[in-house]
């Protein structure tokens, strides 16, 4: 399985890009990159999933680089609401357990 | 989240009791995944579980918990004679086969609190 290292946490304002960035060395050839967020008090909710070059929807862009041996999640104008951990996960198919790093601890200021 | 329920949402028990955690996964969900997480600490992998058949428990501690996934029902963490130490928030995580990568759903965790 490949190990992900990421921020433990980072500092923003409301209204700025926030990108979090996340290691993985040894990715495997058939392992996604995966981003999750989690609130207090709250399961991990799906944010983001991407194999390679750029991928995006309604609430952040993944950039992968050409070796895949990191990942950049992309947070477009973060409000308040926007403070909470967020996980890397890199895994492929059959992948038996799934192991959730520290995770990157975001607070976002007004 | 939605569609992956857990109960109960929150759990006392007393040194010595026992808790069972349960989990339903989404529609059409046939793998579950278990995870621990201390108060302000990540997740912790516990168990993975198919219909009747438990994959990977590595993540489980070796006396004490246990875990299944029936044909019928939900998937059940038991946690026999608890201490204090296993205080925790639960969380499962479901996903529709092994082929599904690293793409799981998860519920809203089970918060067990031991007095």
């Known amino acids: 399985l490949a190990k992900t290292t990421q921020p433990i946490s980072m500092d923003s304002y409301e209204g700025q890009e926030v990108n979090i960035t996340c290691s993985h060395n040894?990715?495997?050839?058939?392992?996604?990159i995966t981003w999750y967020q989690q609130f207090p008090s709250q399961g991990p909710r799906f944010i983001i999933q991407?194999?390679?070059t750029k991928v995006t929807n309604e609430v952040a862009s993944l950039f992968i680089p050409a070796d895949r041996k990191s990942s950049t999640l992309s947070l477009p104008r973060v409000s308040l609401s926007d403070t909470a951990v967020y996980y890397c996960l890199v895994g492929g198919a059959n992948t038996d357990k799934l192991i959730f790093g520290t995770g990157t601890r975001l607070q976002v200021f007004p | 989240n939605a569609g992956v329920m857990q109960n109960p949402r929150h759990l006392v028990r007393r040194r010595g009791q026992e808790a069972r955690l349960r989990c339903s996964p989404m529609k059409g969900h046939s793998h579950v995944y278990w995870y621990r997480q201390l108060p302000e600490e990540g997740l912790k992998f516990m168990v993975y579980?198919?219909?009747?058949?438990?994959?990977?428990e590595s993540g489980m501690p070796k006396e004490r918990f246990s875990a299944e996934f029936p044909k019928e029902g939900p998937s059940i963490l038991r946690i026999q004679q608890v201490v204090r130490g296993d205080s925790a928030a639960y969380f499962c995580a479901t996903t529709p086969d092994r082929n599904s990568g690293n793409t799981i759903y998860f519920g809203e965790g089970s918060w067990l609190t031991v007095v």
């Open positions: 040894n990715i495997a050839t058939n392992d996604y």
């Open positions: 579980l198919q219909k009747e058949n438990i994959i990977d």
């Open positions: 991407g194999y390679k």
